[in-house]
């Protein structure tokens, strides 16, 4: 049983690409250039709202978006607002700026209607999915989600009025890996959403639209590029729930290790929250236990660094991902090392509870502590589990002393 357990740091390591990712997008990284990924924006129209502009409107064509004084222009914005518009029985799809090729986006239009009309985007929920689009890679990964505009005054019943976002590139099993990363980036176009006419096109909208993937995507391989081989200790700091503070960085810097740091952590998954809560606290009173990251040199100098075998291994396969600047692989290799983190801690709690009723499952715990590589982490996060259980407590104090003693020797 110990060596099926401990032997399967290999297996939990490797990432089968052919099966997670696309042919052709491997074969991009392994040459180290960047996908090609696009945006559009579509403006969304409920039935209702569609009929109340038509009657404020009357015979003025252009009450919609006055974006000029000038007849000419007025005319231009309606022919193109006609030509981009995609209208059902119940709502219309308009669109307001894309990055695709113009004979692509017509079709992405055409998918997103088809979508809206089967109910299968709810407001403020991304969805994901394979589109065959008139593209260079003609299959890619879609993003898309629907912001619903806040009800105004003017408009109580302003049902179905919103904005539909998408972003495209590489593959939809890529896309997933950052679901949530990717909703909280669509979220911060609220406010630039809110602009009369949406004035703020240019300034605001399209610079933010641009940045989706560099923004979304790309941070975990940008602390990689920081740190390096140092990684190994941001990885211990988030499965221990020590705090790490950057200094002499930029904004950007600090929400990227930030952002790593949460997306390593355990906090959240593990079945007992309130372990991680206790943890979290406690190194948080500790100032001394910070790791400290000082950007002012190049590579960046760090302090108070814990590591352990564990984490050590791992950093070996982002470095070796990081390599091919696939922020994809990169994202599946975090989370089989949370996942064999999760299945030791979970080995762990089962070897303890044994070991109260028989001395050879504590010596198959000890085993276990010494081979994993993760001793240190698994105990502290079982000390704090079983802190009410005064025997359990009394097993980890045993083994405590006896990863002591291991590292002393």
Known sequence: MFTSQTSSFQDSIDVEEKDDFDSEEIAA???????????????YEGTSIMRALIHEAGDDESAYCRRSETTEENVAWNQRRADSTTSQEDFSLTLIDSSLPMEAEPELRTYISRRLSKGALLGGMGNIATVELSLPEQAVGC??????????????????????????GGSEKGLNLYRLELDKYVQGLQSSLQTPEL??????????????????????????????????????????HNHVEVTNADDRTKADVSRFIKAASLQGLSQQDSTAASLCKAMSEDAHSHLTVDCADTPPTLTNTVGNRFCEDWSQAFLKAAERANPFLLRQILENFKLKAIQDMNSLKRFVRQAEMSHYALFRCCQFL?????????????????????????????LEEFLREQSQA
């Open 143 to 168: 993003y898309c989600c629907l912001l619903e505009q806040e009800r105004s005054p003017e408009q109580p019943d302003a049902d179905g009025n919103g904005h539909v976002i998408c972003f495209l």
């Open 370 to 398: 010494q081979g994993c590589g993760n001793g240190d982490v698994l105990l502290q996060n079982a000390r704090a589990e079983h802190s009410d259980l005064p025997e359990a407590c009394r097993i980890i104090a045993v």
């Open 199 to 240: 004035q703020n096109l240019e300034t605001e909208l399209r610079p933010y639209l641009s940045r989706w993937y560099d923004e979304s995507v790309m941070h975990i391989y940008r602390v990689l590029q920081l740190v390096q081989s140092n990684i190994s200790f941001l990885l211990h700091a988030a499965l221990s």
């Open 29 to 43: 990284y392994g040459q180290k250039t960047q996908l090609n990924c696009y945006y559009a924006i579509y403006l």
